[in-house]
Nanobody
Protein backbone atom coordinates (compact mmCIF):
# COMPACT_ATOMS: atom_id res chain seq x y z
CA UNK A 1 0.00 0.00 0.00
CA UNK A 2 1.16 3.51 -0.79
CA UNK A 3 0.76 6.12 1.91
CA UNK A 4 1.88 9.69 2.45
CA UNK A 5 2.91 10.32 6.04
CA UNK A 6 3.07 13.95 7.09
CA UNK A 7 4.49 15.62 10.16
CA UNK A 8 5.62 19.00 11.42
CA UNK A 9 2.45 21.06 11.77
CA UNK A 10 1.67 23.05 14.89
CA UNK A 11 0.99 26.48 16.32
CA UNK A 12 3.32 29.43 16.04
CA UNK A 13 3.24 33.18 16.41
CA UNK A 14 3.40 35.47 13.40
CA UNK A 15 6.96 35.79 12.15
CA UNK A 16 7.85 32.29 13.27
CA UNK A 17 8.85 29.23 11.26
CA UNK A 18 7.69 25.66 10.79
CA UNK A 19 8.96 22.79 8.68
CA UNK A 20 6.56 20.23 7.24
CA UNK A 21 7.73 16.78 6.23
CA UNK A 22 6.13 14.13 4.06
CA UNK A 23 7.36 10.66 3.18
CA UNK A 24 5.85 8.37 0.57
CA UNK A 25 5.86 4.86 2.00
CA UNK A 26 5.37 1.54 0.27
CA UNK A 27 7.23 -0.33 -2.44
CA UNK A 28 7.91 2.84 -4.42
CA UNK A 29 9.81 2.91 -7.67
CA UNK A 30 9.52 6.59 -8.48
CA UNK A 31 7.51 9.73 -7.83
CA UNK A 32 7.24 12.30 -10.62
CA UNK A 33 5.84 15.33 -8.82
CA UNK A 34 5.39 16.34 -5.22
CA UNK A 35 3.62 19.33 -3.78
CA UNK A 36 2.06 20.95 -0.76
CA UNK A 37 -1.50 22.24 -0.81
CA UNK A 38 -3.42 23.97 1.91
CA UNK A 39 -7.04 24.57 2.79
CA UNK A 40 -7.80 27.58 4.99
CA UNK A 41 -10.99 27.46 7.07
CA UNK A 42 -14.04 27.87 4.85
CA UNK A 43 -12.01 28.11 1.66
CA UNK A 44 -10.98 25.81 -1.15
CA UNK A 45 -7.77 23.85 -1.28
CA UNK A 46 -4.95 25.73 -3.03
CA UNK A 47 -1.49 24.84 -4.24
CA UNK A 48 1.27 26.26 -2.06
CA UNK A 49 4.42 24.85 -3.62
CA UNK A 50 5.33 22.08 -6.04
CA UNK A 51 8.48 20.41 -7.28
CA UNK A 52 9.03 18.08 -10.22
CA UNK A 53 11.42 15.15 -10.42
CA UNK A 54 13.70 17.50 -12.39
CA UNK A 55 13.75 19.93 -9.47
CA UNK A 56 11.58 22.61 -11.04
CA UNK A 57 9.68 24.48 -8.35
CA UNK A 58 6.55 26.61 -8.36
CA UNK A 59 5.10 28.70 -5.56
CA UNK A 60 1.86 30.48 -4.89
CA UNK A 61 2.39 34.24 -5.05
CA UNK A 62 1.35 34.56 -1.42
CA UNK A 63 4.28 32.45 -0.19
CA UNK A 64 7.08 33.41 -2.59
CA UNK A 65 10.20 34.42 -0.71
CA UNK A 66 8.93 32.91 2.55
CA UNK A 67 8.40 29.20 1.81
CA UNK A 68 10.82 26.73 0.26
CA UNK A 69 10.04 23.23 -1.02
CA UNK A 70 12.70 20.55 -1.28
CA UNK A 71 12.88 16.82 -1.91
CA UNK A 72 15.05 13.77 -1.43
CA UNK A 73 14.19 11.47 -4.31
CA UNK A 74 16.08 8.56 -2.78
CA UNK A 75 13.86 8.78 0.31
CA UNK A 76 10.67 9.76 -1.56
CA UNK A 77 10.39 12.66 0.84
CA UNK A 78 9.39 16.29 0.49
CA UNK A 79 9.70 19.16 2.92
CA UNK A 80 8.17 22.61 3.15
CA UNK A 81 10.18 25.17 5.08
CA UNK A 82 7.86 27.98 6.10
CA UNK A 83 9.41 31.21 7.35
CA UNK A 84 7.97 34.56 8.35
CA UNK A 85 4.60 32.94 8.89
CA UNK A 86 1.48 35.10 8.82
CA UNK A 87 -1.97 34.53 10.32
CA UNK A 88 -3.31 34.05 6.79
CA UNK A 89 -1.07 31.00 6.44
CA UNK A 90 -3.34 29.23 8.94
CA UNK A 91 -4.73 26.15 7.20
CA UNK A 92 -4.68 22.40 6.93
CA UNK A 93 -1.64 21.51 4.84
CA UNK A 94 -1.71 18.45 2.58
CA UNK A 95 1.13 16.61 0.91
CA UNK A 96 0.59 15.49 -2.69
CA UNK A 97 2.47 12.95 -4.80
CA UNK A 98 1.78 12.60 -8.52
CA UNK A 99 2.47 9.81 -11.02
CA UNK A 100 3.68 7.34 -8.42
CA UNK A 101 5.10 4.09 -9.78
CA UNK A 102 4.92 1.36 -7.17
CA UNK A 103 4.91 -2.40 -6.94
CA UNK A 104 1.80 -3.99 -5.49
CA UNK A 105 1.62 -6.97 -3.17
CA UNK A 106 1.30 -9.17 -6.26
CA UNK A 107 4.63 -7.87 -7.52
CA UNK A 108 3.08 -6.05 -10.47
CA UNK A 109 4.22 -2.49 -11.13
CA UNK A 110 1.47 0.09 -11.23
CA UNK A 111 1.12 3.82 -11.74
CA UNK A 112 -1.14 5.94 -9.57
CA UNK A 113 -2.05 9.42 -10.76
CA UNK A 114 -2.15 11.02 -7.35
CA UNK A 115 -1.91 10.39 -3.64
CA UNK A 116 -2.72 12.73 -0.77
CA UNK A 117 -1.56 12.85 2.81
CA UNK A 118 -3.94 13.03 5.74
CA UNK A 119 -3.20 16.69 6.36
CA UNK A 120 -1.51 18.57 9.17
CA UNK A 121 -2.77 21.70 10.90
CA UNK A 122 -0.74 24.90 10.85
CA UNK A 123 -2.00 27.73 13.04
CA UNK A 124 -0.39 31.17 13.09
CA UNK A 125 -1.46 33.67 15.72
CA UNK A 126 -0.97 37.41 15.49
Amino acid sequence: QVQLVESGGGSVQAGGSLRLSCVVTGNIRSVKDMAWYRQPPGLQREMVASITSAGITRYADSVKGRFAISTDKAKNAVWLQMNTLKPEDTAFYYCYAGDVIYRGSDGIARVATEYWGQGTQVSVSS
